[in-house]
Nanobody, 118 residues
Framework: QVPLVESGGGLVQAGGSLRLSCAPS????????MAWFRQAPGKQREKVAA???????SYADSVKGRFTISRDNAKTTVYLQMNSLKPEDTAVYYC????????????WGRGTQVTVSS
Protein backbone atom coordinates (compact mmCIF):
# COMPACT_ATOMS: atom_id res chain seq x y z
CA GLN A 1 0.00 0.00 0.00
CA VAL A 2 1.38 3.41 -1.01
CA PRO A 3 1.60 5.59 2.12
CA LEU A 4 1.24 8.90 0.24
CA VAL A 5 -0.80 9.44 -2.91
CA GLU A 6 -0.47 12.59 -5.01
CA SER A 7 -3.24 13.87 -7.24
CA GLY A 8 -4.24 17.00 -9.13
CA GLY A 9 -1.58 17.05 -11.80
CA GLY A 10 -2.32 17.54 -15.44
CA LEU A 11 -1.84 19.74 -18.47
CA VAL A 12 -2.31 23.48 -18.11
CA GLN A 13 -1.38 26.52 -20.17
CA ALA A 14 1.11 29.08 -18.97
CA GLY A 15 -0.47 31.46 -16.50
CA GLY A 16 -2.94 28.88 -15.28
CA SER A 17 -3.33 27.22 -11.91
CA LEU A 18 -3.37 23.76 -10.41
CA ARG A 19 -3.79 22.43 -6.91
CA LEU A 20 -1.97 19.27 -5.96
CA SER A 21 -3.11 17.08 -3.10
CA CYS A 22 -1.16 14.60 -1.03
CA ALA A 23 -3.34 12.13 0.81
CA PRO A 24 -2.04 9.67 3.38
CA SER A 25 -3.08 6.06 3.26
CA UNK A 26 -3.21 3.89 6.33
CA UNK A 27 -1.14 6.27 8.45
CA UNK A 28 -1.47 9.62 10.20
CA UNK A 29 0.89 12.36 9.00
CA UNK A 30 -0.54 15.41 10.76
CA UNK A 31 2.36 15.63 13.21
CA UNK A 32 5.13 15.37 10.60
CA UNK A 33 6.93 17.88 8.45
CA MET A 34 5.87 17.57 4.82
CA ALA A 35 7.27 18.82 1.54
CA TRP A 36 6.69 18.94 -2.18
CA PHE A 37 9.55 18.07 -4.50
CA ARG A 38 9.74 18.12 -8.26
CA GLN A 39 11.99 16.62 -10.86
CA ALA A 40 12.06 17.54 -14.52
CA PRO A 41 13.71 15.36 -17.18
CA GLY A 42 17.47 15.75 -17.03
CA LYS A 43 17.25 17.97 -13.96
CA GLN A 44 18.14 17.48 -10.33
CA ARG A 45 15.37 16.95 -7.82
CA GLU A 46 14.29 20.22 -6.25
CA LYS A 47 12.44 20.91 -3.04
CA VAL A 48 9.64 23.24 -3.99
CA ALA A 49 7.87 23.89 -0.70
CA ALA A 50 7.86 22.59 2.85
CA UNK A 51 5.63 22.85 5.87
CA UNK A 52 6.47 21.93 9.45
CA UNK A 53 4.25 20.24 11.97
CA UNK A 54 3.66 23.69 13.44
CA UNK A 55 2.58 25.19 10.13
CA UNK A 56 5.71 27.16 9.20
CA UNK A 57 6.34 27.23 5.46
CA SER A 58 9.28 27.71 3.16
CA TYR A 59 9.64 27.89 -0.62
CA ALA A 60 12.21 27.64 -3.33
CA ASP A 61 13.11 31.00 -4.82
CA SER A 62 11.77 29.88 -8.18
CA VAL A 63 8.21 29.53 -6.85
CA LYS A 64 7.97 32.22 -4.18
CA GLY A 65 4.88 34.31 -4.60
CA ARG A 66 3.28 31.78 -6.91
CA PHE A 67 3.00 28.54 -4.93
CA THR A 68 1.42 27.97 -1.53
CA ILE A 69 1.73 24.88 0.62
CA SER A 70 -0.91 24.14 3.22
CA ARG A 71 -2.19 21.23 5.26
CA ASP A 72 -5.41 19.91 6.61
CA ASN A 73 -4.44 18.28 9.88
CA ALA A 74 -7.93 16.94 10.44
CA LYS A 75 -7.56 14.81 7.32
CA THR A 76 -3.74 14.81 7.23
CA THR A 77 -3.85 16.04 3.64
CA VAL A 78 -1.22 18.42 2.25
CA TYR A 79 -1.84 20.74 -0.68
CA LEU A 80 0.24 22.71 -3.12
CA GLN A 81 -1.59 25.58 -4.77
CA MET A 82 0.26 26.56 -7.92
CA ASN A 83 -0.60 29.85 -9.60
CA SER A 84 0.90 31.72 -12.54
CA LEU A 85 2.39 28.51 -13.85
CA LYS A 86 5.31 28.67 -16.24
CA PRO A 87 6.63 26.10 -18.71
CA GLU A 88 9.68 25.65 -16.49
CA ASP A 89 7.37 24.34 -13.76
CA THR A 90 6.83 21.22 -15.85
CA ALA A 91 7.95 18.23 -13.79
CA VAL A 92 6.84 15.24 -11.80
CA TYR A 93 5.79 16.50 -8.39
CA TYR A 94 6.31 14.32 -5.34
CA CYS A 95 4.95 14.56 -1.83
CA UNK A 96 7.22 13.47 1.02
CA UNK A 97 7.06 13.21 4.79
CA UNK A 98 9.69 13.53 7.50
CA UNK A 99 8.68 10.99 10.10
CA UNK A 100 11.91 10.84 12.11
CA UNK A 101 13.88 13.34 14.18
CA UNK A 102 16.49 14.13 11.51
CA UNK A 103 16.11 16.14 8.32
CA UNK A 104 15.34 13.25 6.03
CA UNK A 105 12.21 12.69 4.02
CA UNK A 106 11.72 8.97 4.40
CA UNK A 107 8.20 8.45 3.09
CA TRP A 108 7.34 9.35 -0.50
CA GLY A 109 4.51 9.18 -2.94
CA ARG A 110 4.85 8.01 -6.52
CA GLY A 111 4.41 11.46 -8.04
CA THR A 112 1.99 13.30 -10.27
CA GLN A 113 2.85 14.85 -13.63
CA VAL A 114 2.44 18.58 -14.14
CA THR A 115 2.86 19.87 -17.68
CA VAL A 116 2.69 23.57 -18.48
CA SER A 117 2.39 24.49 -22.13
CA SER A 118 3.34 27.79 -23.72
Amino acid sequence: QVPLVESGGGLVQAGGSLRLSCAPSGRTFSSYAMAWFRQAPGKQREKVAAITSGGSTSYADSVKGRFTISRDNAKTTVYLQMNSLKPEDTAVYYCAAQTGVVVMYDVWGRGTQVTVSS
